[in-house]
């Protein structure tokens, strides 16, 4: 069965950082694109990061980017988000998710609320 | 980037209707389109790629159509478990821009 699991959000203050993961299992980890996207308090989804399966390309919106730095350890089954700098406006549950054709697996989210 | 739209931004229908959504996007994307339902609290589910082709285990009342710019979900004889909100998204070129959402809620 294919599982994400995120973990790593939490309270930050603004201009803190934070790192989130993601450990997948069930599937060849290394052979699949992901994506990291956001859902603000009542808000729609936002796209945030993109990683190829070899770390080759990587890709991140506007919001995010010299902030947010988008990783992966292949032999860890592992994705990960380093963000820094947050701001207020980064408050959201973030999402992992897998890359076929659409993202056709998710995590169950992990909840960074940036607050003084 | 390219920018998606959704229409209605709310439907309000009853179980056994057809519903219809509509999905814009700014420039052509071929057929690089992808349906999401999102239940609250929930992460989204994959119910269309290609923009017509039916994720694997998706029920075949679902349907999309379109190609280009314009594009439909449409959800035949709603069920109560349909009752949720409905996202598009281009994957045609980066950033993949999702479009602001259409909630189907009961009438």
């Known amino acids: 069965e294919v599982q994400l699991v995120e973990s790593g959000g939490g309270l930050i203050q603004p201009g803190g950082s934070l790192r989130l993961s993601c450990e997948a299992s069930?599937?060849?980890?290394?052979?699949?694109?992901m994506y990291w996207v956001r859902q603000a308090p009542g808000r729609g989804l936002e796209w945030v990061s993109y990683?190829?399966?070899?770390?080759?390309?990587?890709y991140y919106a506007d919001s995010v980017k010299g902030r947010f730095t988008i990783s992966r350890d292949n032999a860890r089954n592992s994705l990960y988000l380093q963000m820094n700098s947050l701001r207020d406006e980064d408050t959201a549950v973030y999402y992992c998710?897998?890359?076929?054709?659409?993202?056709?697996?998710w995590g169950q989210g992990s909840l960074v609320t940036v607050s003084s | 980037a390219i920018r998606m739209t959704q229409s209605p931004s709310s439907v309000s229908a009853s179980t056994g209707d057809r519903v219809t959504i509509t999905c814009r996007a700014s420039?052509?994307?071929?057929?690089?389109l992808a349906w999401y339902q999102q239940k609250p609290g929930k992460a989204p589910n994959l119910l269309i790629y290609?923009?017509?082709t039916l994720q694997s285990g998706v029920p075949s009342r679902f349907s999309g159509s379109g190609s280009g710019t314009d594009f439909t979900l449409t959800i035949n004889c709603l069920q109560s478990e349909d009752f949720a909100t409905y996202y598009c998204?281009?994957?045609?070129?980066?950033?993949?821009?999702f479009g602001p959402g259409t909630k189907v809620d009961i009438k």
């Open positions: 069930g599937f060849t980890f290394s052979r699949y694109s």
């Open positions: 290609a923009a017509s």
């Open positions: 998204q281009q994957y045609y070129s980066y950033p993949f821009t």
């Open positions: 990683i190829s399966d070899s770390s080759s390309t990587m």
């Open positions: 998710a897998r890359e076929t054709t659409g993202l056709d697996y």
């Open positions: 420039q052509g994307i071929s057929s690089y």
